[in-house]
Structure formats: C-alpha cells, structure tokens
C-alpha cells in the first residue's frame, strides 16, 4: 500500500511576490497621492487665512490712527506747540502728511522704505492717560499719582479754552510732569492730561513697520510681515467737511489740514514662495474730527 504525503506551500512565487508588491505601489502611490493634495490644500488655505489675517491687521492699525488724526480732547481752539519741536511731525492741527511713493522721503523720516511704496504720518492726542491733576503752575502739572509718562515724550494738555503740546521733562516715577517753557495760561485742574502720538506707517522689508516719533526714543517696530504694498490718496474737503474732489496722490496736496478722508491700499503675500498667495486690500477712511 502506498502512503501519500501532503506537500504545504512554505513560500511564494516570484511571479506571486512580484504581483503583491507592484500592488502594493500601487496602492501606497495612491495614498501618497491624496497625502500631498491634502498637504497642498492645507497650505494653500492657510497661505489665504494668514493673508487676509494680515490685511485685517494693517487695515486695523491704519484705520485707528487715520480716524484718530488731529484729535485734542475737547479743546475747541489751535493747539499751541510749545515743545521746541517745529517739523510736521509736531503739528497737530494738521494731523495728517504723506508721502508718496515717487517723492523723495522728508528729512525727519528716520525709517528705510521699499521702493515705490507710500509714508503716511499720523497725529492726535487719543491716548487718555487717566491722569488727574491736582495742581498746577506756570510750567508743571501734579498729578495724584506717578505719571507712568516717560522723560522726554511728548504730552498734551487740553481744556475746552485751549490746549498745549510739551515735552515732559519729568521721570516716569514722578507725580508731575514739566515743561521747559511755561504754558501760556493756568490749567483747571479738570483739564485732560493726553499722550501725544506722531505715527509714520511704512513698508521695508515686506513688512509694515511703524515709528512713533512722540515716545521718547522713537524707534522702528514691526507689526505685520508679509506686506508688500503700501498706497494712500487722499480727498480735501469743503468747509462742511464734504468731500470735494477726487482722491489724489500727496503730491498733489497742497494744504494737509483740509484733507478729510484717505484711501489706504495695502497689499499682502503669504510666505510660501513656491506657491505664493497675494491679496490687496483697500479701505477709504473718514478722519472723525473733520467730518460733519
């Protein structure tokens, strides 16, 4: 009688091995695939998100600045500069000056800006310091606590009679601040003590950077990376503070104090060079204090 035996397979073929491996390829070609698409659209999304995160940012700084521009309290007069400071930087009643991109850049700009790009200058005493006065004499003011206002920065002090601009001589520490001329009249002690702001918005570097020559060291910070562009034209307005004509380069403005609107555009690319996203953004601005 013979015995036969069972012979179990104890590997594969190369002809088996060669077919689960190319389907094997083939399927980790596929899920590559969709990995890099997803990869891609991620990138692509968030290159879009941090964009308009960008644009949302400038417009934001630029848009409470501009609004901003010329404000004195309640001070219902000129403002009298009696800080020693005579460039445009520290006139308040023009609270506004730009600089186009084919002028050249004024003297007192301390910033580096990209070619072709816009300077805007900003001014207004919009930072309440919620100081209270408890005294005052020709060239001081004593408040009821530290200032927190740093030597050499630049103050407003303003009642509905009239107002000053000053440079504080005083430490931050003290509970006075001082000016190296004396005011032209004695301050109630319910008049406002305001942190005077002179604001260049710029681009250097793709990047909007800001300067703000009424703190006591001005120098250059960054805010957004990722801009490109920087173009502003502005309207005059008419004694009601309609607008009169349409909006123009700075070059063509002849009298700052009358501008009473400005049209920012500004231009901002995601960081990807590979596949680089660009938006522009524009935005026509109201300056509060000279509208109807």
């Known amino acids: 009688m013979k015995i036969s035996t069972i012979k179990y397979q104890i590997g594969l073929s190369l002809v088996e091995l060669m077919i689960a491996m190319t389907l094997s390829l083939l399927l980790m070609l596929g899920v590559m695939q969709i990995f890099l698409s997803s990869k891609q659209t991620y990138i692509a999304t968030e290159g879009l998100s941090r964009v308009q995160e960008n644009g ?38 023009g609270g506004l000056y730009g600089v186009d991109s084919s002028q050249s850049a004024p003297s007192w700009f301390t910033g580096s800006r990209d070619t072709g790009t816009d300077v805007i ?9 919620g100081l209270t006065l408890s005294a005052t004499t020709a060239n001081s003011l004593t408040t009821t606590a530290a200032t927190g206002l740093k030597q050499n920065s630049f103050v407003v002090i303003a009642d509905p009679v009239s107002c000053d601009l000053f440079k504080n001589n005083s430490a931050d520490t003290a509970s006075t601040l001082t000016s190296a001329q004396n005011f032209p009249r004695t301050y109630p002690t319910t008049a406002e ?49 309609q607008v009169t004509g349409n909006y123009v380069d700075a070059q063509s403005i ?13 231009k901002t690319s995601s960081l990807d060079v590979s596949n680089p996203t660009t938006r522009e ?12």
């Open 56 to 93: 949302r940012f400038a417009m934001t700084f630029l848009g409470y600045d501009i609004r901003n521009a010329s404000y004195k309290g309640e001070c219902l007069s000129g403002i009298n500069n009696i800080s020693g400071e005579t460039d445009v930087r520290y006139t308040l009643d």
């Open 121 to 129: 200058l900003l001014k207004h005493a919009a930072g309440d310091t």
């Open 193 to 241: 003590i305001l942190q005077y702001r002179s604001i260049a918005y710029y681009i250097e570097g793709a990047t909007l950077k800001r300067i703000n020559y009424a703190d006591a060291s001005p120098a250059a910070a960054e805010l957004i990376s990722g801009v490109t562009d920087l173009q502003v034209k502005y309207a005059i307005g008419d004694a009601d503070g």
């Open 254 to 266: 002849s009298n700052w104090a009358a501008v009473v609107s400005a049209q920012v555009t500004i």
């Open 281 to 292: 953004f524009t935005s026509t601005i109201g300056i509060r204090n000279r509208l109807p």
